[in-house]
């Protein structure tokens, strides 16, 4: 053989070796978590409302083909430390009941009040914070109004609400901020009961998870398109897994070694090089 045929033989390998790895890698991305005999089980809730990327579908159903980016780190998590993962999709207050009662082990995605201490618990530092180098992820709530709204927001102050309700949904953190901040606010279950409440005029505004929000509006664009996005951000907070005290307490080793794999996942070449791969669409 030539050195031309040899140096092509060689790249054909090459490309070859490469499309094969792709390819067990879309198998692997398209599969349930691993199983491991004789291994722990970590039961984990996640709410029934699509928060893009980092959870997909309604309702209670998981697909596995296109998780989200959540479940995807926490297969990561389950594969490095050989434990096995048992996901259930619950409505948000349930979720942390059946943490606080030890009904499900761990919930995501919680962001940190100290009243949520008394539910279940999250990765600490050594002085005591919450320790955010071993959250999930990061995201903002926003503020929208419809079009031609009075509603003023500066980062500090709400103007413009004469008194009318801002909504929010029951069991979110942001309700009680937006208390702090003066507002009278009306809950409801989900980000596709209460956008229509806005478009409506029952709310002078709704404050949702940008993610959320974003959901509901791209699934009908038309509908919302008179529907704006205030900045800056109303918060931006860490969103962590908790885990239920009886789990903690049962095994702490175990607990710490979950939410270091969490941290250690979100810094992987894979799950960036994942991350990038929900990003484009693919």
Partial sequence: MTDLGRRTAAGVGSVLFMLAALGAFNRALAQAPATFDGRPTLRIAYETVPNPPRHYGEGTA?????????LELLKQVGQRLEVNLSFKRVPWKRGLLMVETGETDGLFHASYKAEREAIGAYPKTEDGRPDESRAVFFQSYMLFVPAG????????TLGGLDGRPIGATAGYAVVDLLERLGARVEVGRTPSLNFPKLLEGRLAAYAEIENLAGAVIRSDPVRYASVSKLEPPLRTSAYYLMLSHRFVQRDRVLAEAVWDAIAEVRKSDEFRALSDRYADGS
């Fill in 62 to 70: 998981i697909d596995w083909s296109r998780p989200g980016l959540t």
């Fill in 149 to 156: 709204s009075s509603i003023t927001w500066d980062g500090t």
